[in-house]
């Protein structure tokens, strides 16, 4: 049964059996919050496309309903693929990609068929679909409109010749609907799949998911030439990620009862056992988002509601626990669990080398763990390249190891974001011995990469799964993300002060920043020991007798089931 499944997640959505991947169509009507995805009701691997529906009260506790929308007609037969609802009227009205029978991508209209059912189980395809037949691309998010009453459709297309795009098509009546243009493209891929186009404090972030990652970018919608205009970097670029690890295909939508846009990725399995298990894919954990002071940077952090998922009787609370300068883990007391949340807030000096973090789903000798953990630098340890230009190392393929150090570039297109690493791989010749310049004459490379702020300190925070299976097939590489600290928010006496918030769920890890929001990162675990639940920390690299790690707090919840 599922709660005999260990890896199973207990407070992630997901359908009671078999496959799920992206989230579609997520809104908000008359009291409740519906949630539907891409499914396949009859099997544990993607095919067949149906859409699966839930509802909940607070997008946290889900209720499973029946199939929404499923692959009936000549226009959708070969699958109903991902779209949006917006709400027409106040009426929720979907919009979905179907796949014909002769396997064209065609957009498609449902509504509900009572709007009185307040669980809106039945939806009725218009008589008019096909809507729009061309071009042939797919994913279309929710549509808004301008100031005359007009409405605006973007979804996802793309060709090698024009990269990826999302197109863009207008409409008096919401039924009747004309192409104009792309609304933005690049070529950093060529096609992007489950556009998403949205407000945030008076600006507009187009998101699109490509090279099976979700990026962001935040801009203008020009209103004479109808087309998105990015204000800083564009989409595409490695430092715009909304999760720097298992996130695609994500959706937002504006929850009108917490006032904020809200937005959820699919999370697939990421080892080889997912069909036997009978059930595969899950969406993350929803979050708000919001825009960094400057309003440069987008921002995400779990959405409050989440807290309502403590089981408050095992609450367990510890502060001002001061690291020794090197341990190799040390078990946490008296606490355990694979479905917890943690919220803990370290201290620590960065005039120095660091890495120090956090075990979870550990075995109590630490043979089976997953490290969460802080990686800084020295001031005298410097990369090169902030000698040479100040540029950010925002992605490290391999923290632990030197064999991986290679731009994230492309031979002959563009080069997208140069990999810089640490003075540890420098001094390992990793530039040399991969035989690629340090800086790349052609300018494009270096567009999307951050200068480093005078006083500001960047960290890594990682998720390390060496030890966390076995199975060779399960994944096993690092997550990281960068996070520049500020002096002015985050520094105190010559200390730093960074806090995480991680929820584990059996086999899926989420790990946030969520003062500043500047870091989320997803990740699957499969440990095979069943004692595989207890929480350690640990110093990799030691700190000093003058510069001590400590934990100012630490509090540990389980979490109830979302599932009644
Ligand atoms: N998944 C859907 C497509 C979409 C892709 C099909 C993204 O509509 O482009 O299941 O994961």
Same mark, same amino acid.
């Given at each position: 049964s599922q709660a005999d499944d260990?890896?199973?997640?207990?407070?992630h959505m997901m359908p009671p059996k078999n496959w799920l991947n992206d989230p579609n169509g997520p809104v908000y009507y008359n009291g409740y919050y519906h949630m539907f995805f891409q499914h396949n009701p009859n099997a544990a691997v993607w095919g067949d496309m149906h859409w699966g529906h839930c509802y909940s009260e607070d997008m946290v506790h889900w209720i499973h309903l029946p199939?929404?929308?499923?692959?009936?007609?000549?226009?959708d037969k070969n699958g109903i693929f991902t779209g949006s609802t917006t709400l027409v009227d106040g009426i929720p009205v979907i919009i979905y990609t179907g796949i014909t029978e002769t396997n064209e991508q065609v957009q498609c209209q449902a509504r509900p068929a009572?709007?009185?059912?307040?669980? %809106?189980?039945s939806w009725i395809k218009s008589p008019l679909n096909p809507i729009i037949t061309h071009p042939n691309g797919r994913d279309p998010a929710t549509a808004f409109e301008d100031d005359y009453n007009n409405y605006y459709l973007i979804y996802g297309f793309g060709t090698d010749e024009l990269g990826g795009q999302a197109v863009l098509f207008t409409s008096k009546d919401f039924s009747n609907w004309t192409y104009l243009h792309p609304i933005h493209s690049n070529h950093y891929d060529n096609f992007w799949e489950c556009p998403d186009i949205f407000n945030v404090s008076n600006r507009i972030v187009l998101k699109a998911s490509l090279r099976g990652q979700d990026f962001w970018a935040i801009g203008d919608f020009d209103p004479t030439n109808l087309i998105f205009v990015p204000v800083g970097n564009d989409l595409g670029?490695?430092?715009? %990620?909304?999760?720097?690890?298992?996130?695609?295909a994500s959706k937002s939508f504006y929850d009108p009862l917490n006032d904020q846009q809200v937005i959820m990725g699919w999370t697939a399995e990421d080892d080889n056992q997912g069909e036997q298990r009978g059930w595969q894919g899950l969406h993350t954990l929803p979050r708000a988002i919001f825009l960094s002071d400057d309003g440069l940077q987008l921002r995400t952090r779990p959405i409050e509601a989440l807290q309502s998922l403590r089981n408050e009787k095992t609450h367990r609370h510890f502060q001002n626990v001061i690291l020794p300068t090197v341990i190799p883990f040390v078990l946490v007391p008296d606490v355990s669990g694979n479905q917890i949340e943690i919220i803990i807030n370290w201290q620590f000096s960065m005039n120095q080398n660091l890495d120090f973090g956090m075990s979870v789903l550990s075995t109590s000798d630490g043979s089976q763990q997953t490290n969460i953990g802080i990686i800084t630098q020295r001031n005298t340890s410097v990369m090169m390249n902030w000698d040479l230009a100040g540029w950010d190392y925002f992605s490290v393929p391999n923290i632990h190891q030197w064999s991986d150090c290679q731009p994230v570039c492309d031979q002959d297109t563009k080069c997208q974001a140069w990999t810089f690493v640490t003075d540890r791989q420098i001094n390992n010749n990793c530039f040399l011995k991969s035989g690629?310049?340090?800086?790349?004459?052609?300018?494009?490379?270096?567009?999307?990469v951050k200068q480093k702020g005078l006083d500001q300190q960047p960290v890594w925070i990682y998720i390390d799964r060496t030890l966390s299976q076995t199975n060779p097939a399960a994944a096993h590489s690092p997550l990281h993300g960068t996070i520049w600290m500020e002096p002015s928010s985050s520094l105190l006496n010559g200390q730093w002060f960074l806090g995480l918030n991680i929820f584990i769920d059996h086999s899926i890890i989420e790990v946030f920043e969520p003062k500043g929001g500047r870091v989320a990162i997803t990740a699957r675990v499969y440990p095979e020991k069943e004692n595989a639940k207890y929480l350690g920390v640990y110093v990799h690299e030691a700190s000093t007798d003058e510069n001590k790690i400590i934990i100012n707090t630490l509090d540990i919840w389980t979490l109830n089931t979302i599932w009644t």
């Open positions: 260990p890896l199973r997640p207990q407070y199939v929404a929308i499923a692959p009936d007609q000549p226009y009572n709007l009185s059912d307040p669980t %809106l189980t670029e490695y430092t715009q %990620l909304i999760d720097q690890g298992k996130f695609y690629i310049p340090l800086l790349n004459s052609n300018a494009a490379c270096v567009s999307g």
